[in-house]
C-alpha cells in the first residue's frame, strides 16, 4: 500500500491548491453538504486511484472534501474517511473558460475578483478542468519600474510569466511605476537629456536631446541611471547634472520586491529578500525571480 493514503491531507494554512496530478472528482449528491452527511454516503464507496479531493454539489450549493483511500494501488479503491475542507455557506463554483486552473495565480484572481470573502472557490476553467483554492492569499509582489515605454515593460512581463505559471503560490502584483516626466519635475531644467529616443518622452516646455543619438554637449540634467551617466561621460569627459530613474535606487516600501536595475546585465541578484533583474530582463530570469522571492517569502507553500 502507498505511504499516506489513508492519512488526512495535509494542507496549508493558506492558498490550498490541489498540484497538478492530485485528482479532483466532481459529484452531485443528494445529503446535505456536511461532514457527516457526507461521510455516510461516500465512505466505503470507490474513487478512482488519483483522487483525492471530491468537489460535492448540490443544487446551488458546494463544497470540498479531502478523501482517503484503503489503497492507492488498484485503479480503484473504496474510500476509508474524508474531512470536509470548506461546506456551502463559505464556498461557490464558478464557471469560466477563460480561468487556467492549472496556474495558482488564477484560480486566486478569480476567486478574490468574483467571489471575495469566500473561504472556498470551485472554478471549472479552461478545457473544462475543475479546480480550487481556500483560503485564497497572494504573496504581493511589488513591482519597481520606470515609464514609457508603454505597457510598462517589467510589469507586463511579469504578467505573462505569471500566466504560465503552474508552480508558484498566487501571486499579486503592486505595480511601482514612476514616470520618466514626473521624475523631470523634481529637478526643474531647460534642457533635459534623456537615454533615448526609443522612449518618446519629450518634457513639456523644455528642450530634449537624446544621449543614444550622441549630441553636441549642452548645459541639461541627464534623466537617467548610472549606466547612462557612465556613458555620458565617455562621450562628454564628465557627469552631467542627473536625476537618477533606476527603480531599483527608489526607496522605501516593504515586503516583496522585483526591481530592474540599469548595472546588471546578465544575471539576477538578490539583496535583502529582494531581487534586481537586468534592464533587458529575459523571460526566464522573471521566472528565476519570482521564483527567488517566493523562496525567500512563501518557503513552505506547496500544491496540497
Ligand atoms: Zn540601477
Given at each position: ?49 488519483r ?41 461557490v ?72 505559471a ?32 526609443g ?11 537624446y ?46 520586491i ?30 528565476q ?16
Amino acid at each position: 500500500m502507498a505511504a499516506g493514503v489513508n492519512e488526512p491531507a495535509r494542507l496549508p494554512s493558506r492558498n490550498v491548491v490541489p498540484g497538478a496530478y492530485r485528482g479532483v472528482a466532481v459529484t452531485w449528491v443528494e445529503c446535505d453538504l456536511d461532514e457527516e452527511s457526507l461521510g455516510r454516503h461516500l465512505i466505503g464507496r470507490e474513487a478512482y486511484r488519483r483522487t483525492r479531493f471530491i468537489v460535492v454539489r448540490n443544487g446551488p450549493e458546494t463544497g470540498v472534501v479531502a478523501v482517503q483511500k484503503a489503497s492507492a494501488e488498484p485503479l480503484f479503491s473504496p474510500i476509508t474517511g474524508l474531512q470536509l475542507l470548506v461546506g456551502p455557506a463559505d464556498c461557490v463554483f464558478l464557471e469560466d473558460p477563460e480561468v487556467d486552473t492549472a496556474i495558482p495565480t488564477a484560480l486566486a484572481y478569480a476567486a478574490t475578483s468574483r467571489a471575495p470573502g469566500k473561504r472556498g472557490v470551485v472554478v471549472q476553467g479552461k478545457y473544462e478542468h475543475v479546480s480550487f483554492i481556500i483560503d485564497p492569499s497572494p504573496l504581493r509582489i511589488t513591482v519597481r519600474e520606470v515609464a514609457p515605454p508603454y505597457p510598462a515593460k517589467l510589469l507586463d512581463q511579469v504578467h505573462r510569466v505569471l500566466a504560465l505559471a503552474e508552480h508558484l503560490p498566487p501571486i499579486e502584483l503592486v505595480p511601482d511605476v514612476v514616470e520618466l516626466d514626473s521624475l523631470a519635475e523634481s529637478r526643474r531644467s531647460e534642457h533635459y537629456l534623456l537615454p533615448c529616443r526609443g522612449g518618446g518622452v519629450a518634457v513639456e516646455g523644455a528642450t530634449t536631446d537624446y544621449l543614444d543619438e550622441h549630441p553636441e554637449r549642452r548645459e541639461w540634467t541627464l534623466i537617467g541611471c548610472e549606466r547612462s551617466e557612465q556613458i555620458h561621460e565617455w562621450f562628454y569627459g564628465e557627469r552631467a547634472p542627473q536625476v537618477d530613474i533606476c527603480p531599483w535606487k527608489r526607496s522605501g516600501g516593504a515586503g516583496p520586491i522585483l526591481a530592474k536595475c540599469c548595472l546588471l546585465e546578465s544575471h539576477i541578484e538578490i539583496d535583502d529578500r529582494r531581487v534586481i533583474v537586468p534592464w533587458g530582463a529575459s523571460l526566464a530570469q522573471i521566472s528565476q525571480a519570482l521564483t527567488t522571492l517566493v523562496d525567500e517569502w512563501e518557503p513552505s507553500w506547496a500544491p496540497a
